[in-house]
């Protein structure tokens, strides 16, 4: 890849600009010219359709938060408040809601994509590492945003989730004592969380910035996996694939729009339109659905402190992932096995979801426990076995290669129909 | 491929911005609740008019009320007061216009037009200094009443006469009159 | 785009088996409460609006009957005859808000007074609060009914909550409520009810605190509708509907101008995406 810049000052002024800050120059090599494989589906967009939920989520958040009270009492009526009086405040705190489940189906196609195409491997490690640090970080702003609304799932979540930490031998106590400002989730806990909710999406933003930066440092990777050889590997970022990420964002936002005006409130819990009451807890507590799979594994353990610490251990995996898979092939579309295997921890995945949404007993916990079992045999013993035994299939020589054969089957399939 | 003949540039050309022009407008159309949201929402506005009963007021007494946020002067002016304010020479004044939202924008600051009643005993005015938005002295029995006897600035020493016009200082313009009507003997509505 | 090869298509099969298999066993545990029907609202759909008559006669059964012990403390006067809403009229409003008395205060003397509503204000609650609510009706507090309608749920089921995602049915709350209206009858012999409890077939348990609300001609309408049971519990149920969701309307009609928008700006950016990409092999 070259990292020559490819950038020419037009004008006097762009000149005389480009002397003391290379701002135009940084952003033209970084976002026109960027050299990106020319054979990027549209997986590849979630992306940009990522960055474009974060700024939606900030600056939806920074409207609300002018509007929003962050006071045990007068939290739920400020949310009504928000929905009823502000003007446009419905579509504001809407959009803000769903986006957030928008933002977590956005990156778990995201992360899938990179399981399918083994974008963790070498050389983009720590690439992987920062977008696990984001979503790790998604996951705790989420839960503290789901706190502000002061509904029963909102104190009930924010209850049981804290109450994890009262498992650290000695200290347990004392810490969620800590966490909470009090001896429960209480009007402190709710002003802390606002105040945290509010700073974590610019600390996400921050790691998006090294997580971009990796990436162009370490190039993409591609569908066939192959490393970019020659120019002709590539093709410039604009207008290429900003246009088909736009058309990718446009699809999206037509799903995003669905849910933001036909069907706000179905991916939350209708009991967080009942205000907190700490005396009376609802009869299921789920968090939301992006979570399930988590809520499945800790509640799979019979132990508390197992639970806890399994459940960690279920995002800590993902941390090492890079070094569990052994083999050199990135590629799922070359490896036969890992192919099948990668469907079923899929399947897995989902059906984990499916159970933290069930109660934990009988036949449920059964399956979760063998769901939450075969989640871990999947990194640890399918990953680095796999790569050991499977025999991949040829690899293209060059991503150009692969373009143009794929093209010349197409156009025999063409051919072949006509006649 | 059409987009390299040079006969037909200008389809393409058509294409790329009639989809830009969309996405431009989609943009803005999504600006506009984000900017209208900070505008006076509905609660706001309900609470836009209210009246307040007067009919404990002695002459030569006042009251302040609050009124979309800001402090309202209603003042039952003595005889003494009114023969004050309207001796005055209109055109001497530092702002002759009479800042009074119940009459025509071009009304003279005469203290007929400044005054709620016909007798000149009520006045009805938004306490907020026309300088830099702060509450002139004058309402309470101790207070400065600067050197026009009505009310007096104390950021940066604007004085208001009894009818609440500007007279020395750097504010610009008399006090504003808001919307206000009697309607009953006893009750002011405001707004 | 992933292509499923024969083996893991089978794999995935047996998962899937496996998974119906768990959606049937928890569609059986749901047990006792009766599954609540679906009912046709005027406010359901995409091109979904509120029917003003029924709002109108839903207020009324609220103010007559239910305001007696249920608040609706995030609810103005002034909605009735904001967009979207019942449709009254300004005038009709004030009248309204004048027939309720409000607590207002302190005075001068510090004193708290009662003062006729204006449309500004809340509708006037009931009880002074929780507790005194609580109190007045057996120790069960008679929920606020700003949100209720969308604080309740129905219980759907496999692959109903899956379908429900693409379909819009947004009506699950006032569904349960229109039956839960509905739903009181004689307990069966073998059933223990507790004193002070009433029978719902719809109610979680099927013991509920509060007595049957309504019965034939409970209300005498305004616009001469009969007014049966079921008439009265569909529009008081419309009513909480439009209470809890009084945007819906606005809602809709923005979300059918942004899709046709988006839809045409997706097709835009198709074909100039398709010309795009035609300069190179792909």
């Known amino acids: 890849m070259s990292k020559e810049s490819t950038y020419i000052p037009k004008s006097g002024f762009s000149k005389w600009f480009d002397q003391r800050l290379p701002l135009p120059r940084m952003l033209h090599d970084n976002i026109n010219a960027f050299p990106t494989p020319r054979n990027l589906n549209y997986w590849y967009t979630f992306g940009g359709i990522l960055t474009f939920c974060l700024v939606t989520q900030i600056v939806t958040g920074i409207v609300l938060a002018m509007h929003y009270t962050a006071d045990a009492g007068l939290a739920f009526a400020s949310v009504e408040h928000i929905m009823r009086n502000v003007n446009y405040g419905w579509l504001i705190r809407y959009i803000h809601a769903v986006g957030a489940s928008m933002f977590f189906l956005a990156v778990y196609v995201h992360i899938f994509r990179g399981l399918y195409y083994g974008s963790y491997k070498a050389p983009r490690e720590i690439l992987w590492i920062l977008g696990v640090v984001i979503y790790l970080l998604m996951v705790i702003t989420a839960f503290m945003g789901y706190v502000l609304p002061w509904g029963q799932m909102s104190f009930w979540g924010a209850t049981v989730i804290t109450n994890l930490f009262s498992v650290i031998p000695v200290v347990g106590t004392t810490i969620t004592e800590w966490l909470w400002g009090g001896f429960a989730v209480d009007n402190a806990t709710l002003k802390r969380f606002f105040s945290l909710h509010y700073l974590m999406p610019f600390m996400i933003f921050g790691v998006v910035i090294l997580h971009i930066w990796s990436l162009h440092v370490t190039g993409n990777n591609n569908p066939v996996g192959v490393s970019v050889k020659e120019k002709q590997d590539t093709v410039p970022f604009a207008p290429y694939y900003t246009v088909k990420d736009a058309f990718s964002l446009v699809c999206f936002l037509i799903l995003f729009a669905w849910f933001i005006f036909f069907n706000p409130n179905i991916l939350g819990h209708t009991d967080n339109y009942i205000m907190a009451d700490p005396l009376v807890t609802p009869a299921h507590i789920v968090p939301e659905w992006y979570l399930l799979p988590f809520y499945a594994i800790l509640r799979a353990i019979p132990s508390k402190l197992g639970g806890v610490l399994v459940m960690g251990a279920a995002i800590a995996i993902l941390f090492i992932l890079p070094w569990l898979d052994t083999s050199k092939v990135r590629s799922a579309t070359f490896r036969p096995l890992y192919k099948q295997f990668y469907w079923i921890f899929v399947v897995n995945c989902i059906a984990l979801g499916y159970l933290g949404s069930q109660n934990p007993e009988g036949l449920f916990l059964v399956a979760s426990r063998i769901c939450t079992a075969y989640y871990f045999i999947h990194f640890l013993l399918v990953l680095p076995i796999l790569g050991l035994v499977e025999k991949p299939k040829p690899i293209p020589e060059s991503i150009t290669k692969a373009v143009l054969e794929k093209m010349e089957i197409r156009n025999m399939k063409e051919k072949s129909a006509e006649a | ?191 | 785009m992933f292509k499923l090869s024969g083996y893991n298509f089978k794999f995935c099969i047996l998962f899937q088996i496996i998974f119906v298999l768990f959606f049937s066993i928890s569609a059986f545990a749901a047990g006792e409460q009766k599954r609540v029907q679906k009912h046709d609202w005027t406010f359901a759909g995409i091109f979904g609006h509120y029917d003003d008559a029924q709002l109108q006669r839903g207020f009324q059964v609220y103010r007559e009957v239910c305001s007696s012990c249920h608040s609706m403390n995030y609810v103005y006067y002034r909605n009735l005859a904001e967009e979207g809403g019942p449709g009254f009229t300004v005038e009709e409003v004030k009248v309204i808000a004048s027939e309720d008395m409000i607590i207002d205060g302190p005075d001068d003397y510090g004193e708290m007074f009662e003062r006729p509503g204006k449309p500004s204000d809340t509708f006037v609650s009931p009880y002074a609060n929780q507790n005194e609510a609580r109190a007045s009706n057996g120790g069960a507090y008679p929920p606020d009914f700003s949100v209720l309608a969308k604080a309740r749920s129905t219980l759907r089921g496999f692959p109903w909550w899956f379908v429900d995602l693409f379909t819009g049915y947004q009506e699950q709350g006032v569904d349960y409520i229109y039956a839960l209206l509905n739903g009181y009858s004689e307990p069966p012999d073998d059933f223990i009810l507790q004193s002070g409890m009433h029978y719902n077939e719809y109610y979680p348990g099927n013991q509920i605190a509060m007595g049957q609300p309504l019965y034939e001609e409970s209300v005498e309408y305004a616009d001469g509708t009969a007014a049966s049971v079921e008439q009265m519990a569909e529009d008081v149920s419309a009513f909480m509907m439009w209470a809890a969701e009084p945007k819906l309307e606005i809602r809709k009609q923005m979300g059918f101008k942004v899709a046709i928008f988006l839809f045409v700006l997706a097709g835009l950016l198709y074909y100039s995406k398709k010309k795009i990409w035609a300069r190179i092999e792909h």
């Open chain 2, 1 to 191: 491929m059409s987009d390299k003949d040079p006969k037909q540039p200008s389809r393409r050309d058509f294409i790329f911005l009639a989809t830009g022009a969309f996405a431009a407008v989609g943009a803005a159309s999504i600006a506009w609740p984000i900017v209208d949201q900070m505008n006076p929402d509905a609660t706001a506005l309900a609470l836009s008019k209210i009246e307040v009963d007067i009919s404990q007021l002695e002459r030569g007494q006042a009251i302040t009320v609050k009124w979309r946020g800001k402090p309202v002067f209603i003042r039952r002016r003595t005889e003494e007061e009114i023969q004050m304010a309207s001796r005055v020479d209109i055109d001497s004044l530092p702002d002759n216009n009479a800042r009074n939202y119940n009459l025509s924008p071009d009304s003279a600051a005469s203290d007929e037009n400044r005054s709620l009643d016909e007798n000149g005993e009520w006045l009805v005015m938004v306490g907020v200094c026309t300088h830099l938005g702060c509450v002139p002295k004058g309402q309470s029995l101790g207070d400065s009443k600067g050197d026009f006897g009505g009310w007096y600035c104390p950021c940066h020493g604007s004085h208001y006469d009894t009818a609440g016009r500007i007279r020395k200082g750097p504010a610009a313009k008399n006090l504003d009159i808001p919307a206000a009507e009697f309607i009953n003997q006893n009750v002011i509505r405001i707004g």
